[in-house]
């Protein structure tokens, strides 16, 4: 007996190490990965830095994007002969299956990478003539996770323009539909919001990131799947706030849910990287089998979901 014990606590202790040899194969992988991407950062060519304005408004009229094609790993196009146009006061909605290229569209626009064939205009002005601070400072972008700062509400919108008045940051809340829950908060804009707005609903954070936008003064606002992480009602507030200020700046969003791209003025079916079409909700549902297949599969998902949270069987 005495043996066997000892037998079956060696074998433990054995398998202890073999189980961590794995873990460590594993952990230099994961180590090798993110250390090819820091030298890649580090050998990166840097962008040339110029003064820009901070207060100065850069007025443009049209983003376009003629026969742009890109790659992330040189041999597949993820874009291919890609053109696009919006007009500002227009809203372009995007959409597409998950790995259609919607979010490469936006990263170019940013200029986050430059397009391998083709160009992108801003009132017919090339990126290739315009430094890339001027080229952003005329787009802002609300992502799907939106990033705040431990601080107060006003110290985050000012964060798009720190030289902006308290008139000015006020005003771009009442914008963004931002100010009445705002001022219902203990301390109004100087209420704290907790380590990554941990202290305000998806909603309210949204709300704060279009607000900040807003205050940079863009010609032009990239919304990437801002209403993906809210409820219902938060996303019509959502939808009216950029229906608000579609008179004043472009919008160009990427969406899934019906009720999101309905309303645009044009929307653009992308399929493996191409435009498939684009139109009116009216006019594709005539005439884009794709694009209805596409609105279907999202309606049906939702209606899953509101279906688990009822209690109800799918």
Do not use: C
């Amino acid at each position: 007996m005495g043996t066997l014990v000892a037998f079956v606590l060696y074998l433990f202790y054995a398998l202890t190490y073999v189980v961590g040899i794995g873990m460590k194969v594993s952990e230099y992988h994961e180590a090798k990965g993110s250390l090819r991407q820091v030298f890649r950062i580090l050998m990166a060519k840097e962008e040339k830095q110029i003064e820009v304005d901070s207060q100065k408004a850069f007025s443009f009229n049209e983003l376009k994007m003629e026969k742009v094609s890109f790659s992330y790993n040189k041999k597949d196009n993820v874009i291919s002969d890609l053109s696009l146009s919006v007009h500002r006061g227009e809203v372009l909605a995007l959409i597409g299956e998950s790995g259609a290229g919607k979010s490469t569209i936006i990263n170019l626009l940013e200029r986050f990478y430059e397009p391998m064939g083709g160009d992108m205009l801003i009132d017919d002005m090339s990126f290739r003539d315009i430094a890339p601070q001027i080229w952003r400072k005329g787009l802002s972008l609300v992502s799907q996770d939106t990033f705040l700062f431990n601080g107060t509400i006003k110290d985050n919108i000012k964060y798009a323009n720190p030289a902006a008045t308290d008139e000015e940051v006020i005003f771009a809340a009442k914008q963004a539909s931002a100010h009445d829950f705002i001022m219902k908060l203990d301390a109004g804009y100087d209420s704290d919001m907790g380590d990554y707005g941990s202290y305000l609903s998806g909603g309210q954070k949204q709300r704060i990131a279009i607000a900040r936008a807003f205050l940079r003064r863009s010609s032009f606002i990239l919304l990437d799947e801002y209403t993906s992480n809210v409820d219902s009602d938060t996303e019509q507030e959502l939808i009216k706030t950029v229906s608000r200020l579609k008179g004043e700046v472009g919008f160009i969003i990427i969406a899934h849910r019906l009720s999101t791209v309905k309303g645009a003025d044009k929307i653009a079916v992308i399929k493996d990287g191409r435009l498939e079409d684009i139109g009116t909700h009216e006019e594709l549902v005539q005439r884009n089998e794709y694009y209805v297949r596409v609105i279907t599969e999202q309606m049906n998902h939702d209606s899953e979901v509101l279906n688990v949270l009822d209690g109800q069987p799918v």
